[in-house]
């Protein structure tokens, strides 16, 4: 059955996302562990393109289809998994990429939700965490989009929606520069990369 094509962002309330994401049942791939096939041929770019063998894959619905088997392994690596294989896959960063942000509402009662570069809807919150991971090239911001915090799958945020984050916390009347979300307040203080 063909999946349905994702929602148009700007049409859609914080009450909508939640709705949706909440209605979105992925393949249960944490409770699959079929035995090791080897190297899937594919990678995952920095700025969130797909490739197998060299060549980026042009069809979104493909690459979405690729991203709801997709699992992060307790030793940090990536593979794409059924029931009855499992495939290596290279992420050069994160495997999404958060290209897109919605505000509604203000300070301890605001509500920031991002569109993934693969139509994936998430709402920053406790259960979704922002963090702020300091690189040789700068910051780089993430949200947690599923699995376990700490290793599961993250986005890395877009920098122009980085910079509508910042903007945010700058006008902010906190002690400390960061951004509330949910009723979660995420500090926009890098930390040590990999931390």
Same mark, same amino acid.
């Given at each position: 059955?063909p999946?349905?094509?994702? !929602?148009?962002?700007?049409?859609?309330?914080? &009450?909508?996302?939640?709705? =949706?994401?909440?209605?979105?049942?992925?393949?249960?791939?944490?409770?699959?562990?079929?035995?090791h096939?080897?190297?899937?041929?594919?990678r995952i770019?920095?700025?969130?393109?797909?490739f197998h063998?060299?060549? !980026?894959?042009?069809?979104?619905?493909?690459?979405r289809?690729?991203?709801?088997?997709?699992?992060?392994?307790?030793?940090?690596?990536?593979? =794409?998994?059924?029931?009855?294989?499992k495939?290596?896959i290279e992420?050069?960063d &994160?495997?999404?990429v958060a290209?897109?942000l919605?505000?509604?509402?203000?300070g301890?009662?605001?509500?920031l939700?991002?569109?993934?570069?693969?139509g994936d809807?998430?709402?920053?919150?406790?259960?979704h965490?922002?963090?702020?991971d300091e690189?040789?090239?700068?910051?780089?911001?993430?949200?947690h989009v599923?699995?376990?915090i700490?290793?599961?799958?993250?986005?890395?945020i &877009?920098?122009?929606?980085?910079?509508?984050?910042?903007?945010?916390?700058l006008s902010a009347d906190?002690?400390?520069?960061?951004?509330?979300?949910?009723g979660?307040?995420? !500090?926009?203080?890098?930390? !040590?990369?990999?931390?």
């Amino acid at each position: 059955m063909p999946m349905a094509p994702p !929602p148009d962002f700007d049409t859609l309330t914080i &009450a909508d996302i939640g709705r =949706l994401a909440e209605a979105d049942r992925l393949p249960p791939v944490e409770r699959w562990h079929p035995d090791h096939c080897g190297p899937s041929d594919m990678r995952i770019a920095r700025d969130g393109t797909w490739f197998h063998q060299g060549t !980026p894959i042009g069809r979104p619905a493909m690459v979405r289809a690729f991203s709801r088997i997709l699992r992060r392994e307790p030793d940090g690596g990536y593979v =794409l998994v059924t029931p009855v294989e499992k495939l290596d896959i290279e992420v050069e960063d &994160a495997p999404f990429v958060a290209v897109e942000l919605k505000v509604e509402g203000e300070g301890q009662n605001a509500r920031l939700a991002f569109r993934l570069n693969t139509g994936d809807l998430v709402t920053a919150s406790a259960d979704h965490p922002l963090r702020f991971d300091e690189h040789d090239d700068g910051p780089r911001p993430y949200v947690h989009v599923r699995g376990a915090i700490g290793n599961g799958l993250e986005a890395l945020i &877009a920098r122009s929606v980085y910079y509508e984050l910042a903007n945010l916390a700058l006008s902010a009347d906190c002690d400390t520069p960061g951004v509330w979300s949910a009723g979660t307040f995420f !500090p926009i203080a890098p930390s !040590p990369a990999g931390t």
